[in-house]
């Protein structure tokens, strides 16, 4: 990806070094044990301002580093010794607040005892009052759950300096601005306010002229290198496009693929179709359960899962690293979405494809995307597709389940060790570890799937019997 700033006065260059900036030395050293050599484009845009202390708008896609753009300013300010919430950040939903909370812990790792409370509906709210009644330095939650605490007086934020609204664009997709507008009020004036948001709705303009004081702007353009993510079209007839999904999976064959329709009905009717065909098909849309969701991305991501059905709004904001393939089902009538969708794939030094799929009433919007982009798409037609393998088309891994998680004190390295001590399996063979508030998810090899369930079953995890179940079917 190449990328250029806009409007922002004196970045550091991106693949700069963090030790151009004001950090402390504990923090370039944690930094360097992450393994964050050099800056993200963002990051270097963006952590100059946000260390001097000005107020920020930026606005760059999914994954290029964000939250550390933040973390680090707001860390930078903070009192260990003053038990006060001195920073609030608003995300749109639980997981990303629980990414977020992830990064900031890591990213603070080295600082004496930072206490980072995650305040999210779904949980009760009765031991996040005690959380915050013993004293924590940051809270990190959705705007609903944020204002109910302040409601109810569990939360003060008259201490606050820094207030962060993460993935901006989304929240406000979601009806937070009142939300927002109320934590907005409870905080102090004087502070800074920095936004964060992968694309940039008229709505962004109307919260930050309310919230935000002489922000400093930056815009990372999205361009992605060609080489990388290979775009192609087919043509289809509205009543083949659904199958044609199923044709490009069996030619290109990727490992995880997410295929993004204009609409929940069609996700719906194509992951229908597809597990019919045999393929490890989920959808993600937004009248999934906070756990089903959970699972629904625990398996897409641990590579149990070939394909995620999704729309826009859904996947906005998920953090998936490798993805072989992004597949338009539909195209979108907003190219700058087109951009966002593709940029998906084709991350860090992988190929990634593009794949699209439009009928002839989608030509106009092809031809703005087309623009938008610069370049003549490549167009294929159906026809050209074979199968590449008569075999089923098969994620590598399989989920196990396992009854108990952080309520239960379970940690990742409770199930490695179980697999790879009495069950004697090697390390390669088990994949993500994935602990959450009740149940454990644990990736590993499709061929030990079953043998495995069955050892778990009937060994031990920390000296204790546990239920373990194949999520995957
Ligand atoms: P965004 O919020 O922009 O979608 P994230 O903050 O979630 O992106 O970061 C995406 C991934 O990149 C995370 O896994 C994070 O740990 C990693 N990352 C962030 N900054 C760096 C860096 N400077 N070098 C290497 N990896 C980084
Ligand atoms: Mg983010």
């Not at 509906?121 to 959380?131: L, N």
């Amino acid at each position: 990806m190449t990328s250029s700033p806009t409007q922002s006065a004196a970045p550091a260059a991106a693949g700069a070094s963090f030790s151009k900036l004001p950090l402390s030395p504990a923090t370039l050293a944690t930094l360097e044990q992450l393994g964050y050599q050099t800056m993200t484009p963002i990051q270097a845009a963006s952590l100059p301002i946000a260390l001097a202390g000005q107020d920020l708008i930026a606005q760059a896609k999914t994954g290029s580093g964000k939250t550390a753009a933040f973390a680090l300013a707001l860390l930078s300010r903070l009192d260990a010794r003053r038990f006060d919430v001195q920073a609030l950040v608003l995300c749109p939903t639980r997981e990303l607040a629980e990414q977020v909370t992830q990064e900031i812990r890591r990213l603070a790792r080295a600082e004496e005892n930072i206490k980072i409370l995650t305040l999210c509906g779904g949980s009760p709210m009765r031991p996040q009052a005690d959380s915050l009644a013993h004293g924590a330095h940051i809270a990190v939650g959705t705007p609903g759950r944020i204002m109910d605490h302040l409601e109810r007086g569990t939360l003060h934020l008259d201490a606050l300096n820094t207030l962060v609204l993460d993935e901006a664009d989304r929240m406000l997709d979601m009806g937070f601005f009142d939300d927002i507008a109320y934590v907005a009020s409870h905080c102090p004036k004087e502070r800074q306010t920095l936004l964060f948001s992968a694309t940039y709705p008229d709505g962004i303009a109307r919260l930050s002229q309310q919230f935000l004081r002489k922000p400093r702007e930056i815009k990372l353009e999205e361009q992605h290198d060609d080489s990388k993510i290979r775009q192609r079209f087919y043509e289809v007839d509205d009543s083949e496009r659904l199958n044609a999904v199923g044709l490009l999976l069996n030619h290109f064959r990727p490992v995880s693929t997410l295929a993004f329709c204009n609409t929940k009905a069609r996700c719906r009717d194509l992951v229908e179709l597809l597990r019919a065909q045999g393929f490890e098909a989920l959808a993600l849309h937004g009248e999934l359960e906070q756990r089903e969701r959970d699972q629904v991305l625990v398996q897409f991501a641990n590579r149990s899962c070939s394909v995620l059905v999704a729309t826009d709004v859904a996947a906005r904001g998920l953090d998936i690293a490798q993805l072989e393939a992004v597949i338009n089902v539909d195209v979108t009538p907003d190219p700058e979405v087109y951009v966002h969708r593709i940029g998906r794939t084709g991350r860090a030094d992988q190929d990634g494809w593009a794949l699209s799929l439009a009928s002839m009433n989608e030509m106009g919007r092809v031809g703005n995307i087309e623009q938008a982009v610069s370049a003549e798409m490549e167009w294929q037609p159906l026809s050209a597709l074979a199968p590449a393998s008569n075999e089923r088309l098969l994620p590598p891994m399989v989920t196990l389940q396992i009854l108990g998680g952080r309520k239960e004190k379970m940690r990742p390295g409770d199930i490695l060790g179980a697999l790879t001590g009495d069950a004697g399996y090697a390390k390669d063979q088990i994949g993500k570890i994935n602990v959450m508030e009740m149940s454990t998810y644990v990736a590993v090899q499709r061929a030990i799937g079953r043998e495995a369930v069955r050892k778990l079953n009937d060994g031990k995890v920390k000296g204790k019997r546990v239920k373990v179940r194949m999520l995957t079917e």
